[in-house]
């Protein structure tokens, strides 16, 4: 969701920030990025080993809090990302969200969307996040499908490795932060490039990579 389907990493790091300058930790743009992709309680941590003096539990509160009233007020779609949704449910292709994120954020969201996806699952729902397997595995048994034959859409590393690590052909967008070339993971600048053609395509063993020698 964060990063992929809309561009709500800039929030989460301004709220991280906002915790580092409340208790004089020194906390960046760059190190924000570090967490992109990461589950709640791990940032949580490195944020509270940084010097941020609340439990990980009240952190994860504040930051889920504070990013869950920006994405009511504005809930900034990534317009590939966008397109490519429509194109999918168009299609009659049923959808999955999995995402880190907790349940407050995400029904921020799907009040926007509220029938486009058949399967919803949250950080809440697995007991280890991404990059372990164990979200997609959970969707894909969700939709009733086998995860082989699911193709999973991903921006960040530890995403990109749930998503191989379950079985899913996996396409990484480079958005905010490196799409590292794999062999066998498709990788592209842009979502508008992908079709229904691409992604059974990409589901069927097809690789494509539009990012060569790129990270």
Not at 106 to 132: C, M, N, S
């Amino acid at each position: 969701m964060d990063g992929t389907l809309i561009d709500s990493e800039p929030y989460w790091i301004a709220a991280e920030m906002e915790l580092a300058t409340r208790f004089g930790a020194r906390w960046t743009h760059a190190d924000g990025l570090t967490l992109v992709g990461r589950p709640l309680p791990d940032s949580a941590a490195i944020l509270q080993s940084r010097g941020i003096d609340m439990e990980v539990g009240e952190i994860v509160d504040y930051l889920v809090g504070r990013v869950t009233l920006q994405v009511r007020a504005r809930a900034p779609w990534q317009r590939d990302a966008e397109d490519l949704l429509r194109a999918v449910l168009e299609a009659g292709i049923p959808c999955a969200l999995v995402t880190q994120s907790y349940r407050p954020l995400v029904d921020a969201l799907l009040a926007r969307v509220p029938d486009a996806f058949a399967v919803v699952v949250t950080g809440e729902d697995v007991k280890r996040g991404k990059p372990d397997p164990e979200a997609y595995q959970l969707a894909a048994t969700r939709l009733g499908v086998d995860v082989t034959h699911c193709v999973a859409i991903e921006d960040s590393p530890a995403g990109i490795a749930s998503a191989r690590a379950a079985g899913a052909a996996t396409i990484g967008v480079r958005r905010l932060v490196a799409v590292a070339p794999q062999p066998g993971l498709s990788r592209v600048r842009s979502l508008a490039s992908v079709t229904i053609s691409t992604l059974q395509a990409i589901a069927s063993g097809s690789v494509l990579d539009e990012l060569g020698a790129e990270v």
